[in-house]
């Protein structure tokens, strides 16, 4: 038996006060239109307490009508294996010969009995961030694309991903910064930190865009999540007014021109060539870049290159540099941005919440509840709500301030000087490129 989420429920409420029919609800969440009008209706007599749903069989419960043994079997597969599904656990009940003889439950059956027992984890249905609009483009440096590509060994230095930067109306070549993962084998990813100083050192040369088209990559988006929340990068891009414009879940063409952009870096830096080190690599890519933007035709530009096609995108719309970041923050476009949101979560069975990484305590009388989180910025709280109408609880929000969202670079940004000890580590050398960007190396 299928049952309805609370965001369904939910959904449900919203739409009818829109003034939209029990059919065209039904058409448009996939309910029938009996269940729409059943929830319609409990809402009308029993208020917002009525989202709380009281199925059949409350006193004894999924697999009652089955052996003891049978349910303590399916228990302590589950508990032995956690990736076991309902399906699976149906199969091997099959092959188990003291049941061979004996009714099995159905798939759904044991799913609700898992489900009970708090050995599965609530379906939430999807809730897409806030997207923002995308006029058609009449200047440079309005929209930049922005993608690492697939790793490739380069001898000398090792395992790299370039992480590619480009303007989408004038087809310049912003940055291409080489970002190490490995010596023999990958043994990291680009991390939040990579991302942040490969956007500062093209925002300290170009300035900052209006929008940045990504992919879905971890570090962008949290794609574990039905509901997700803006990761750290996203919120710091907010905190600089740069919106973030999210593509459709594998269509890497929807990015076609950094797309072209991998090729093209790879075919003119990397193949055939070695280097010293990994700052011999960053050097050729940055002087190369020069014949790229300057010389090399653009197919796309009528077989001008990009900064002869558009000699203005050397003039940044908005200017950028990293010591003034921290004063550029503005974190009431975050809380803008956060109060257009709403998050569902499965409470955990100590009464805690996880958000955006940060942990939320909300007691242990709210263990396992589904609960809708909304932000209110008029006081920067979360508001964390259960399908019972009194339970509500309001909770500061946590990570939202320049320090936490600034990074490595919020300790640099005062030091007179600084200097690395060798050998150095791919976090030193990081280290070393802000220092750059920043003027403060000795």
């Known amino acids: 038996m299928k049952i309805t989420t609370l965001e369904q429920r939910l959904q449900m409420v919203e739409l009818a006060r829109a003034g939209h029919s029990a059919p065209q609800i039904a058409s448009q969440i996939g309910w029938s239109r009996a269940t729409i009008r059943k929830w319609q209706r409990r809402i009308r007599q029993q208020g917002r307490s009525a989202l709380t749903s009281v199925l059949g069989r409350p006193t004894r419960g999924a697999l009652s009508a089955f052996p003891p043994e049978m349910r303590a079997t399916l228990q302590r597969w589950r508990a032995d ?4 599904g309902a399906k699976t656990l149906r199969a091997e009940l099959e092959a188990e010969k003291h049941f061979q003889h004996q009714p099995l439950p159905s798939c759904r059956s044991i799913a609700r009995f898992l489900q009970a027992e708090g050995l599965s984890r609530a379906r939430l249905r999807h809730q897409a961030l806030p997207t923002p609009m995308r006029p058609v483009l009449q ?10 590509r697939g790793e490739e060994r380069v001898p000398g230095v090792g395992l790299v991903m370039l992480i590619d930067l480009n303007d989408r109306l004038s087809r310049v070549r912003l940055l291409s910064y080489p970002c190490w993962v490995g010596d023999q084998r990958v043994t990291r990813a680009p991390s939040t930190a990579d991302y942040q100083l490969a956007l500062r050192l093209a925002f300290a040369e170009w300035g900052l865009p209006d929008r940045i088209a990504v992919d879905h990559d971890v570090v962008f988006f949290d794609s574990r999540s039905a509901s997700p929340f803006p990761t750290r990068l996203h919120l710091w891009l907010l905190g600089l007014d740069v919106a973030l414009v999210f593509g459709p879940m594998r269509r890497p063409t929807e990015r076609g021109l950094t797309e072209r952009s991998h090729q093209l870096w790879g075919q003119q830096v990397l193949e055939g060539q070695q280097f010293a080190d990994w700052e011999a690599l960053y050097q050729a890519v940055t002087q190369r870049r020069q ?8 197919a796309r530009l009528g077989e001008v290159p990009p900064l002869v096609a558009y000699p203005q995108a050397r003039t940044p719309r908005r200017e950028y540099r990293p010591e003034w970041e921290a004063q550029a923050l503005d974190l009431e476009c975050i809380y803008a941005y956060l109060a257009l949101g709403r ?10 919440v996880t958000l955006g990484g940060q942990v939320y305590g909300l007691g242990r009388a709210w263990a396992r509840e589904q609960v809708e989180i909304t932000f209110d910025a008029t006081d920067q709280h979360l508001v964390f709500q259960a399908a019972r109408e009194d339970s509500i609880k309001r909770l500061p929000i946590q990570g939202i301030n320049p320090t936490a969202l600034m990074g490595e670079l919020g300790p640099l940004v005062n030091l007179p000087a600084f200097q690395l000890a060798l050998p150095m580590s791919w976090e030193a050398w990081r280290v070393l490129r802000l220092n750059d960007i920043l003027g403060a190396t000795t």
């Open 139 to 148: 200047a440079p440096h309005e929209e930049w694309e922005m993608d690492a």
């Open 343 to 352: 998050w569902f979560r499965l409470v955990s069975s100590i009464g805690t």
């Open 81 to 84: 294996h956690p990736g076991w």
């Open 291 to 298: 014949f790229l933007n300057e010389r090399l035709p653009c």
